[in-house]
T-cell receptor, first 111, second 111 residues
Framework: GENVEQHPSTLSVQEGDSAVIKCTYS??????FPWYKQELGKRPQLIID?????GEKKDQRIAVTLNKTAKHFSLHITETQPEDSAVYFC??????????FGAGTRLAVHP | DTGVSQDPRHKITKRGQNVTFRCDPI?????LYWYRQTLGQGPEFLTY????????KSRLLSDRFSAERPKGSFSTLEIQRTEQGDSAMYLC?????????FGSGTRLTVV
């Protein structure tokens, strides 16, 4: 079945350090991989996405890389700030355009 | 139109009662999704509508759950004979293609 695994489940970094979150997916037909940020008590919000025809995408301090052969994709946040603290979810598109989400990574950025 | 709206924001119900949630998607979005999110987990897919047609239902969706999207606009999710295990955040999302826009969710507590 369709499955997305996400690691680590928690990540603690010092302000200014980089943070990396990794995901693997099972459905080789998946072609779209978004990342969502969810702050406490709020809705998940799309922060960056990548399609299977590219290997890397960058938006300011956030970048995503995709290895289709290995079915891995990763989120990289550079120069982390306290406001980056949140739960981050990766997802992969499955059948009928539905997104299959990972279990989430709780990122804490300490000043 | 400021986004995806969900009503109510919170619902406390006694075990065995029926509850109904409403989702108003972004008006030009033809795709509507329902997800369930429990504490510390990623959103789990429940069901998907394209316009008024319900095209996919998760195996998670027991016979006690039913969803409708009459006229392809708003959607309702009904849970009959609620159980304590139904306690969760119920998220609605809409899209026209790749990325979802989520609503703020309805938090259900079954006591």
């Amino acid at each position: 079945g369709e499955n997305v695994e996400q690691h680590p489940s928690t990540l603690s970094v010092q302000e200014g350090d980089s943070a990396v979150i990794k995901c693997t997916y099972s459905d080789s037909a998946s072609n779209y991989f978004p990342w969502y940020k969810q702050e406490l008590g709020k809705r998940p919000q799309l922060i960056i996405d990548i399609r299977s025809n590219v290997g890397e995408k960058k938006d300011q301090r956030i970048a995503v890389t995709l290895n289709k052969t290995a079915k891995h994709f990763s989120l990289h946040i550079t120069e982390t700030q306290p406001e980056d603290s949140a739960v981050y979810f990766c997802a992969a598109r499955g059948g009928y355009n539905k997104l299959i989400f990972g279990a989430g990574t709780r990122l804490a950025v300490h000043p | 139109d400021t986004g995806v709206s969900q009503d109510p924001r919170h619902k406390i119900t006694k075990r065995g009662q029926n509850v109904t949630f409403r989702c108003d998607p972004i008006s030009e979005h033809n795709r509507l999704y329902w997800y369930r999110q429990t504490l510390g987990q990623g959103p789990e897919f429940l069901t998907y509508f394209q316009n008024e047609a319900q095209l996919e239902k998760s195996r998670l969706l027991s016979d006690r759950f039913s969803a409708e999207r009459p006229k392809g606009s708003f959607s309702t999710l009904e849970i009959q004979r609620t159980e304590q295990g139904d306690s969760a955040m119920y998220l609605c999302a809409s899209s026209t293609g790749d990325g979802y826009t989520f609503g703020s969710g309805t938090r259900l507590t079954v006591v």
